[in-house]
């Protein structure tokens, strides 16, 4: 078995490694192939996705992604990596799940899963400007939209699921947001077990603030399932403790979903569960071993009800590596 | 001194009558002129947004909107009536505050203002689609994006706020959000006392999840701006309060955040709240009067401390009819 190890920017160069050490403890074997890119090093060699770190990722099928730093401004060749390896992988479904968890900062009750079509919408890079002014495509096919949907479904039955809530903006948007939404319920039929209900993007926004608790799967287009996966983790800890798994047929990407943190990049403090979260998402998903990925989760619930965490979620905190220790000490 | 009514559908016929009332007691040679626009028009006549509804918005400048229901599925002909409303009558900005209540469900310490782009982006309705490829404009212009800030800047130091956070997702839409963001950095220039920040959506909708007291003012494009009211008015009670005013330079919109509510429309139960708070905006803003405002506020206030508010935010709840009589008893 291979993985793929891109560290990327900032606090991906520490929590990685450590997310690392952890699935190693449960699965020896692995082979690691690290790769470069981001950033830093667009910065160093022109290209944020090498070609071969494109090469390695699509080789080793399993990657796992740390964290970028995107530019706020237009960087003449500049695309984020991130978004150009789930498409170039056809990691078409990006999976965000919020479990409550014993801390503080969690609300109680909450176990959601978001699923984020992760190839188009306004990701498709196609926005020109005259400096007066400025557009940008949002597109929506058929054809990811019902792949996106079949994962959703897929997942929904295997986990059990009971009602998946389909966002979109359909009253502003009928013809893209509304291609989105008829192609779920469109592939919704073959999976007659599982309730479907549809919310507005505004409304979801609201009712995930009042009452989280209250949905179970949602599958959104890309934006909004960005925007709903950061607002959902609010509840679950924080970015701290978010994980996610980039989904297609041929490759997935273990990746947290927090950024690269420069505020506290090279202090040793940031948070590694989300990305160890994020491998044991890879082993149960794609490596199909959802016993392993349950050791890791088990032991990091053991480790924050013992009162053990980062500073982000709790005072006094400990550091990434300490953290990380612990963890494996308790698988 | 003339306003244009129109309730619209569903609890657009309950609560803006009762609005009206409030706002009749503090104004009483107010002349009313109603008119309708939405859902139910359409049916009747074939236009969401009748040519006589237009001209009386125009006349009259003030206007009080009360909700649609929109069509979640393309209708051939239905264009959303406030959307358009809005872009006509040039109310170039939407002023969304959230206000900590003394309600079990509003959170302490909250007191901030988002401004919302209210005639581009996403909202052009350019949109195609061929059935198998949808395609949607995001349209963003430098004139539309320095109004909406200049027009924020000014508020902000009209009503001696200290921090404008520019909200976009640049390192996605470098060339449309960075224009938006861009545009509003240089109207900061002319507004040396006011701080200005930035903070990508996805990011501003957890911060507002988890910390909306840190939030002064929000300047946002037309969507995220969307999302984020809908996902602050949680934190001040819910939609039944949240109020809102589209300003422009030859009119100004009083509209409540809320949709038409068809689940409890009917029944006389809607929150008349914040169609009251959203006409007390008038006052302050439009007609200059914020004496007249603050004494609508001041009686809401003193309202929900004595624990009279409708079932959505107390039990038991009091009708409309009976919140807007202690309303206007407090005045
Ligand atoms: C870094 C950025 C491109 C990315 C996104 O918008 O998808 C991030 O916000 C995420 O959610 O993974
Ligand atoms: C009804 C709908 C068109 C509207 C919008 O999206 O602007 C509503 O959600 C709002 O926020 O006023």
Redesign the interface.
């Known amino acids: 078995m291979k993985l793929c190890v891109i560290p990327g920017d900032g606090i991906g160069h520490e929590v990685v490694p450590v997310a690392v050490g952890v699935l190693q403890a449960v699965l020896p074997g692995l082979q690691l192939v690290f790769a470069d890119a981001g950033w830093e090093e667009f910065c160093r060699n022109g290209k944020a996705l090498p070609e071969r770190t494109l090469a390695a990722a699509r080789e080793c099928g399993a990657v796992f992604f740390g964290a970028v730093s995107?530019?706020?401004?237009?960087?003449e060749g500049y695309r984020?990596p991130i978004?150009q390896l789930r498409r170039e992988l056809g990691c078409h479904a990006n999976i965000r799940p919020t479990l409550s968890l014993p801390l503080a900062?969690s609300r109680n009750g909450i176990d959601l899963i978001i699923v984020r079509e992760n190839t188009e919408d306004?990701?498709v890079?196609d926005?020109?400007?005259d400096?007066?002014?400025?557009?940008?495509?949002?597109?929506?096919?058929?054809?990811a939209s019902l792949r996106v949907a079949r994962s959703a479904f897929e997942l929904a039955r295997n986990a059990g699921r009971q009602r998946i809530t389909i966002i979109h903006?359909?009253?502003?948007?009928?013809?893209?947001d509304?291609?989105f939404?008829d192609c779920a319920r469109e592939v919704a039929r073959d999976f007659p077990e599982i309730a479907v209900d549809?919310m507005l993007?505004?409304?979801a926004?609201?009712r995930?603030?009042?009452a989280p608790e209250s949905f179970d799967m949602l599958l959104a287009p890309n934006?909004?399932g960005?925007?709903?996966?950061?607002?959902a983790?609010?509840?679950g800890g924080?970015?701290g403790l978010a994980p996610s798994l980039n989904l297609g047929v041929a490759a997935a990407i273990a990746e947290p979903v927090h950024g690269s943190a420069p505020d506290i990049a090279g202090q040793g403090i940031a948070n590694p569960l989300a990305a160890i979260l994020s491998v044991a998402m890879l082993l149960r998903v794609w490596w199909q071993r959802p016993e392993l990925a349950l050791r890791i989760e088990q032991a990091v619930r053991a480790t924050l009800l013992d009162g053990i965490a980062t500073p982000d979620v709790m005072s006094p905190g400990v550091t990434t590596q300490h953290l990380a220790r612990v963890v494996i000490e308790r698988i």
């Open positions: 995107s530019p706020m401004q237009l960087v984020s978004v900062s306004l990701y890079g926005e020109q400007s400096g007066e002014v400025a557009v940008a495509i949002k597109r929506i096919t058929r054809k903006k359909a009253n502003i948007l009928p013809r893209t509304g291609l939404r549809e993007v505004d409304t926004a609201l995930l603030a009042q934006l909004y960005d925007i709903l996966s950061d607002l983790a609010a509840f924080g970015l």
